[in-house]
Protein backbone atom coordinates (compact mmCIF):
# COMPACT_ATOMS: atom_id res chain seq x y z
CA UNK A 1 0.00 0.00 0.00
CA UNK A 2 1.26 3.59 0.08
CA UNK A 3 3.02 4.39 2.84
CA UNK A 4 5.90 7.27 3.49
CA UNK A 5 9.24 5.98 4.58
CA UNK A 6 12.28 6.77 5.76
CA UNK A 7 15.76 5.31 4.97
CA UNK A 8 18.12 4.87 8.28
CA UNK A 9 16.03 4.78 11.26
CA UNK A 10 19.31 5.88 13.47
CA UNK A 11 21.86 8.43 12.46
CA UNK A 12 24.87 9.64 14.86
CA UNK A 13 26.81 12.69 14.14
CA UNK A 14 29.45 15.15 16.22
CA UNK A 15 28.03 18.33 17.03
CA UNK A 16 28.98 20.87 14.20
CA UNK A 17 28.94 18.42 11.66
CA UNK A 18 25.36 18.57 9.28
CA UNK A 19 23.09 15.87 8.97
CA UNK A 20 20.56 14.72 6.33
CA UNK A 21 17.93 12.49 7.41
CA UNK A 22 15.95 11.23 4.45
CA UNK A 23 12.29 9.99 3.60
CA UNK A 24 10.85 7.93 0.47
CA UNK A 25 6.94 8.59 -0.10
CA UNK A 26 4.87 6.62 -2.54
CA UNK A 27 1.78 8.79 -3.33
CA UNK A 28 2.82 10.95 -6.22
CA UNK A 29 -0.67 12.24 -5.80
CA UNK A 30 0.48 14.25 -2.07
CA UNK A 31 0.97 17.63 -2.82
CA UNK A 32 2.64 18.85 0.47
CA UNK A 33 5.05 17.67 3.25
CA UNK A 34 6.40 18.37 6.11
CA UNK A 35 9.54 17.50 8.66
CA UNK A 36 8.60 17.06 11.88
CA UNK A 37 10.69 16.65 15.55
CA UNK A 38 9.72 14.69 18.44
CA UNK A 39 11.80 14.78 21.53
CA UNK A 40 10.57 12.24 24.02
CA UNK A 41 7.66 12.03 25.65
CA UNK A 42 6.23 15.30 23.88
CA UNK A 43 4.29 15.73 20.91
CA UNK A 44 5.61 16.51 17.39
CA UNK A 45 7.56 19.55 16.69
CA UNK A 46 6.82 21.76 12.97
CA UNK A 47 10.32 22.25 11.43
CA UNK A 48 10.00 22.86 8.03
CA UNK A 49 7.45 22.14 5.35
CA UNK A 50 7.20 21.66 1.32
CA UNK A 51 5.01 21.76 -1.37
CA UNK A 52 4.92 19.80 -4.51
CA UNK A 53 5.72 23.03 -6.69
CA UNK A 54 9.20 23.61 -5.46
CA UNK A 55 12.63 21.69 -4.72
CA UNK A 56 14.04 23.08 -2.41
CA UNK A 57 13.29 25.34 1.23
CA UNK A 58 15.21 26.88 3.31
CA UNK A 59 14.90 27.63 6.62
CA UNK A 60 16.71 28.47 10.01
CA UNK A 61 19.61 25.90 9.83
CA UNK A 62 17.56 23.62 7.91
CA UNK A 63 17.06 22.75 4.49
CA UNK A 64 14.23 20.46 2.91
CA UNK A 65 14.69 19.31 -0.57
CA UNK A 66 12.46 17.39 -2.66
CA UNK A 67 13.01 15.31 -5.69
CA UNK A 68 9.68 14.23 -7.07
CA UNK A 69 11.03 12.05 -10.12
CA UNK A 70 12.22 9.95 -7.12
CA UNK A 71 9.78 10.68 -4.48
CA UNK A 72 12.55 11.04 -2.05
CA UNK A 73 12.59 13.88 0.78
CA UNK A 74 15.41 14.78 2.76
CA UNK A 75 16.05 16.94 5.94
CA UNK A 76 19.35 18.80 5.92
CA UNK A 77 20.66 20.01 9.54
CA UNK A 78 23.76 22.34 9.30
CA UNK A 79 26.08 23.03 12.20
CA UNK A 80 24.09 19.78 14.44
CA UNK A 81 23.56 20.39 18.18
CA UNK A 82 23.24 18.52 21.13
CA UNK A 83 19.90 19.65 21.06
CA UNK A 84 18.97 18.94 18.00
CA UNK A 85 18.63 15.01 19.11
CA UNK A 86 15.44 13.64 18.24
CA UNK A 87 13.59 11.85 16.42
CA UNK A 88 12.29 13.48 12.70
CA UNK A 89 9.18 12.20 11.06
CA UNK A 90 8.51 13.09 7.29
CA UNK A 91 4.61 13.76 6.93
CA UNK A 92 2.61 13.51 3.51
CA UNK A 93 -0.87 15.54 3.58
CA UNK A 94 -3.10 13.94 1.44
CA UNK A 95 -4.90 15.75 -0.82
CA UNK A 96 -8.31 13.81 -0.24
CA UNK A 97 -11.42 14.19 2.39
CA UNK A 98 -9.93 15.70 5.93
CA UNK A 99 -6.08 16.10 4.39
CA UNK A 100 -5.05 14.18 6.69
CA UNK A 101 -1.08 13.01 7.29
CA UNK A 102 0.71 10.40 6.91
CA UNK A 103 3.55 9.61 8.60
CA UNK A 104 7.02 8.12 7.76
CA UNK A 105 8.28 5.44 10.27
CA UNK A 106 11.28 7.68 12.07
CA UNK A 107 14.67 8.72 11.92
CA UNK A 108 16.61 8.73 15.55
CA UNK A 109 19.05 11.59 15.17
CA UNK A 110 22.19 11.15 18.09
CA UNK A 111 24.34 13.81 18.67
CA UNK A 112 27.96 13.46 20.08
CA UNK A 113 29.34 16.55 21.87
CA UNK B 1 -0.25 31.49 19.01
CA UNK B 2 -1.93 28.03 18.05
CA UNK B 3 -1.67 26.35 21.21
CA UNK B 4 -2.77 22.76 21.20
CA UNK B 5 -2.92 21.63 25.43
CA UNK B 6 -3.72 17.85 26.15
CA UNK B 7 -4.95 16.92 29.49
CA UNK B 8 -3.36 14.54 31.52
CA UNK B 9 -0.13 14.36 30.65
CA UNK B 10 0.13 11.30 31.97
CA UNK B 11 -2.31 8.70 33.48
CA UNK B 12 -2.21 4.96 35.00
CA UNK B 13 -5.27 3.33 35.46
CA UNK B 14 -6.63 -0.19 35.67
CA UNK B 15 -7.70 -3.24 33.42
CA UNK B 16 -11.61 -2.43 32.72
CA UNK B 17 -11.75 1.31 33.66
CA UNK B 18 -12.27 3.92 30.97
CA UNK B 19 -10.06 6.94 30.61
CA UNK B 20 -10.81 10.33 29.16
CA UNK B 21 -8.40 12.31 27.36
CA UNK B 22 -8.77 16.04 26.65
CA UNK B 23 -8.04 18.04 23.80
CA UNK B 24 -7.39 21.85 23.84
CA UNK B 25 -7.03 24.37 21.03
CA UNK B 26 -6.16 27.34 23.35
CA UNK B 27 -5.97 30.52 21.17
CA UNK B 28 -7.88 29.33 17.78
CA UNK B 29 -11.06 27.38 16.91
CA UNK B 30 -10.34 24.29 15.79
CA UNK B 31 -12.95 23.10 13.35
CA UNK B 32 -10.97 19.73 12.96
CA UNK B 33 -8.96 17.81 15.36
CA UNK B 34 -7.09 14.48 14.69
CA UNK B 35 -6.11 11.66 17.16
CA UNK B 36 -3.22 9.20 17.10
CA UNK B 37 -1.62 7.02 18.84
CA UNK B 38 2.18 6.24 19.27
CA UNK B 39 3.40 2.88 20.30
CA UNK B 40 7.12 3.10 21.76
CA UNK B 41 9.48 3.52 18.81
CA UNK B 42 7.31 3.58 16.44
CA UNK B 43 5.69 6.57 14.25
CA UNK B 44 2.21 8.06 15.15
CA UNK B 45 -0.72 6.29 13.40
CA UNK B 46 -3.72 8.24 13.09
CA UNK B 47 -6.98 7.11 14.66
CA UNK B 48 -9.71 9.35 13.95
CA UNK B 49 -10.67 12.51 12.64
CA UNK B 50 -13.32 14.71 14.36
CA UNK B 51 -15.16 17.81 13.22
CA UNK B 52 -17.00 20.17 15.36
CA UNK B 53 -20.74 18.93 16.02
CA UNK B 54 -20.40 16.08 13.92
CA UNK B 55 -19.73 12.38 14.49
CA UNK B 56 -16.03 11.30 14.21
CA UNK B 57 -14.46 9.56 11.11
CA UNK B 58 -12.32 6.56 12.36
CA UNK B 59 -9.62 4.94 10.28
CA UNK B 60 -9.63 1.14 9.25
CA UNK B 61 -9.19 -1.05 12.51
CA UNK B 62 -9.69 1.37 14.46
CA UNK B 63 -13.01 0.43 16.79
CA UNK B 64 -15.26 3.03 17.21
CA UNK B 65 -16.94 1.68 20.26
CA UNK B 66 -13.49 1.89 22.31
CA UNK B 67 -12.11 4.76 21.63
CA UNK B 68 -15.00 7.52 21.66
CA UNK B 69 -14.79 10.80 20.10
CA UNK B 70 -16.65 13.96 20.99
CA UNK B 71 -15.65 17.17 19.35
CA UNK B 72 -18.58 19.52 21.10
CA UNK B 73 -16.86 22.51 20.93
CA UNK B 74 -14.66 24.52 18.34
CA UNK B 75 -11.91 23.97 21.23
CA UNK B 76 -12.03 20.47 23.06
CA UNK B 77 -12.09 17.33 22.12
CA UNK B 78 -12.16 14.52 24.08
CA UNK B 79 -10.99 10.93 23.36
CA UNK B 80 -12.07 8.18 25.74
CA UNK B 81 -10.99 4.86 26.23
CA UNK B 82 -13.26 2.69 27.59
CA UNK B 83 -13.13 -1.06 29.24
CA UNK B 84 -9.08 0.18 28.84
CA UNK B 85 -6.43 -3.26 28.37
CA UNK B 86 -2.96 -2.95 28.69
CA UNK B 87 -2.39 -3.22 25.14
CA UNK B 88 -4.02 -0.22 25.05
CA UNK B 89 -0.99 1.20 26.79
CA UNK B 90 0.45 3.89 24.62
CA UNK B 91 0.97 7.77 23.80
CA UNK B 92 -1.85 9.74 22.48
CA UNK B 93 -1.46 12.50 20.84
CA UNK B 94 -4.18 15.07 19.56
CA UNK B 95 -3.71 17.67 16.75
CA UNK B 96 -5.85 20.80 15.91
CA UNK B 97 -6.91 22.68 12.29
CA UNK B 98 -7.96 25.83 11.93
CA UNK B 99 -9.76 26.20 8.72
CA UNK B 100 -10.16 29.76 7.39
CA UNK B 101 -7.77 30.96 9.35
CA UNK B 102 -5.08 33.06 6.82
CA UNK B 103 -2.43 32.99 10.13
CA UNK B 104 -2.63 29.68 10.56
CA UNK B 105 -2.46 28.24 6.78
CA UNK B 106 -4.71 25.86 7.39
CA UNK B 107 -1.74 23.67 9.39
CA UNK B 108 -1.89 21.20 12.21
CA UNK B 109 -0.72 22.22 15.34
CA UNK B 110 -0.27 19.25 18.22
CA UNK B 111 -0.23 18.72 21.53
CA UNK B 112 2.39 17.22 23.84
CA UNK B 113 0.48 14.10 24.43
CA UNK B 114 -1.03 11.53 26.76
CA UNK B 115 0.74 8.75 27.96
CA UNK B 116 -1.81 6.17 29.30
CA UNK B 117 -0.82 3.09 31.39
CA UNK B 118 -2.97 0.24 31.73
CA UNK B 119 -2.37 -1.75 34.64
Known amino acids: GESVGLHLPTLSVQEGDNSIINCAYS??????FIWYKQESGKGPQFIID?????DKRQGQRVTVLLNKTVKHLSLQIAATQPGDSAVYFC????????????FGTGTRLLVSP | GAVVSQHPSRVICKSGTSVKIECRSL??????MFWYRQFPKQSLMLMAT?????????EQGVEKDKFLINHASLTLSTLTVTSAHPEDSSFYIC???????????????FGPGTRLTVL
Open chain 2, 95 to 109: SARAYNDRALHNEQF
Open chain 1, 27 to 32: NSASDY
Open chain 1, 50 to 54: IRSNM
Open chain 1, 91 to 102: AEKRNTGFQKLV
Open chain 2, 27 to 32: DFQATT
Open chain 2, 50 to 58: SNEGSKATY
